[in-house]
């Protein structure tokens, strides 16, 4: 079955850790990459730009495009990137969620959620 292990992303969390604890997350995902590609389970990921200037919020209204900054800057969270696996069960999800550096750090976690519907872009 497959998940995505969903990273949100906090500013004001990540600024207030110590360099040398920003440094030891980001490696973790390296050794977190490496362990579920050994073990098979790895399907993708992706992190995404934190700099929230950066992304857009698109929506069409009577069929005219309107791209505005987003996501709503208001949030204290925002959607910082994925993991989506394929593992045996829930448990197993739950355990590599676990094994994310960011759900050590106070203030953060990983959302598990089941993938209902999965296309990939090869034909």
């Not at 490696?27 to 098979?40: I, L, Q, V, Y």
Request: glycine share 8%; aromatic share 8%; no cysteine.
């Amino acid at each position: 079955m497959k998940y995505m292990l969903i990273m949100h992303g906090n500013p004001a969390i990540w600024d207030a850790l110590p360099e040398e604890r920003r440094q030891a997350v980001m490696n973790g995902h390296g050794a977190f990459m490496e362990a579920t590609r050994a073990s098979g389970e790895l399907i993708g990921t992706a992190a995404l730009d934190p700099d929230l200037s950066k992304a857009k919020v698109v929506r069409v209204k009577d069929g005219i495009k309107v791209a505005t900054d987003g996501p709503y800057l208001e949030a204290k969270e925002f959607f910082g990137g994925f993991y989506l696996v394929e593992v045996a069960d829930e448990e197993r999800a739950l355990e590599l969620a676990a094994m994310i550096p960011d759900a050590a750090v106070d203030g953060l976690g990983i959302q598990v959620s089941p993938v209902v519907f999965y296309a990939s872009a090869e034909v």
